[in-house]
C-alpha cells in the first residue's frame, strides 16, 4: 500500500512559479513511476507529467512542456513538481500518482496507469 500526500498549491498570478511536492509512505517507492496529473472545473482529468522509478526517464503534456518539471528524491520517498511560467489555464487540482510496482513511465500517461493517489492540492493562476 502506498499512500501520498501533496503541499504546496496555492494561488499565484500568472507568470508565477509554484513548486508542488509529494511525500509517499510504503517500500514501494522507489520502484515506481510517479506522475502528476490535474483537473480543472467540469473537466476530466488530465496527464501532466511522469517520471520512471529511477527518474531518468520523464514525459509531459505538451500544455506544460518547457514550463514544468518534474523531480524525485528517492532517498525522501518524495516527488515534485516545479510549475513556472503559469498560466491561468493551469488552474485545476493536481494529484500525485504512482504506478504499480516496477511499470515503466511509458505506462503512466493515462490515469488508468496509476494504482495510488494523493488527495490533491489546488492551484489557482490569476490573470
Known amino acids: 500500500q502506498v499512500q501520498l500526500v501533496e503541499s504546496g498549491g496555492g494561488e499565484v498570478q500568472a507568470g508565477g512559479s509554484l513548486r508542488l511536492s509529494c511525500a509517499a509512505s510504503?517500500?514501494?517507492?522507489?520502484?515506481?513511476?510517479m506522475g502528476w496529473f490535474r483537473q480543472a472545473p467540469g473537466k476530466e482529468r488530465e496527464f501532466v507529467t511522469t517520471?520512471?522509478?529511477?527518474?531518468?526517464?520523464?514525459y509531459y503534456a505538451d500544455s506544460v512542456k518547457g514550463r514544468f518539471t518534474i523531480s524525485r528524491d528517492n532517498t525522501k520517498n518524495t516527488v515534485y513538481l516545479q510549475m513556472n511560467s503559469l498560466k491561468p489555464e493551469d488552474t485545476a487540482v493536481y494529484y500525485c500518482?504512482?504506478?504499480?510496482?516496477?511499470?515503466?513511465?511509458?505506462?503512466?500517461?493515462?490515469?488508468?496507469?496509476?494504482?495510488?493517489w494523493g488527495q490533491g492540492t489546488q492551484v489557482t493562476v490569476s490573470s
Open positions: 510504503g517500500r514501494t517507492f522507489s520502484t515506481s513511476a
Open positions: 500518482a504512482a504506478s504499480p510496482q516496477g511499470w515503466s513511465a511509458a505506462r503512466t500517461k493515462i490515469p488508468e496507469g496509476m494504482a495510488y
Open positions: 517520471t520512471s522509478a529511477n527518474g531518468v526517464i520523464t
